[in-house]
Nanobody
Framework: QVQLVESGGGLVQDGGSLRLSCVVS????????MGWFRQAPGKERESVAA????????IHLDSVKGRFTVSADYMQRTVYLQMNNLKPEDTALYYC????????????WGQGIQVTVSS
């Protein structure tokens, strides 16, 4: 089993920054992909960014490129999402998730953490 616990959310003004953290406990994650997702009220959940524990390859949603950066500290078993130049449209519930490399979908999810950007 894998447990994911997010932290670092909150209320920030337009143009501000936040860093989300996701602490991972449970099995070894060397063959896992870690993802950050978000869901705004009335909208579908979307993938924001992802990173491979092994090799550190990353991918980011087009609308957050240049503003958000996903990273991981393997020794601390923590995945980060640094969010700069936040906009009101970034307001959402953000989730950390994990899936095995060959899995078709994410198997493990955190409880979610709220990010609110005021204009």
């Amino acid at each position: 089993q894998v447990q994911l616990v997010e932290s670092g959310g909150g209320l920030v003004q337009d143009g501000g920054s936040l860093r989300l953290s996701c602490v991972v406990s449970g099995r070894t994650l060397s063959n896992y992909i870690m993802g950050w997702f978000r869901q705004a009220p009335g909208k579908e959940r979307e993938s924001v960014a992802a990173i491979a524990w092994s090799g550190g390859s990353t991918i980011h949603l087009d609308s957050v490129k240049g503003r958000f950066t996903v990273s991981a500290d393997y020794m601390q078993r923590t995945v980060y999402l640094q969010m700069n130049n936040l906009k009101p449209e970034d307001t959402a519930l953000y989730y950390c998730a994990a899936r095995f490399l060959s899995a078709g979908s994410y198997e493990y999810w955190g409880q979610g953490i709220q990010v609110t950007v005021s204009s």
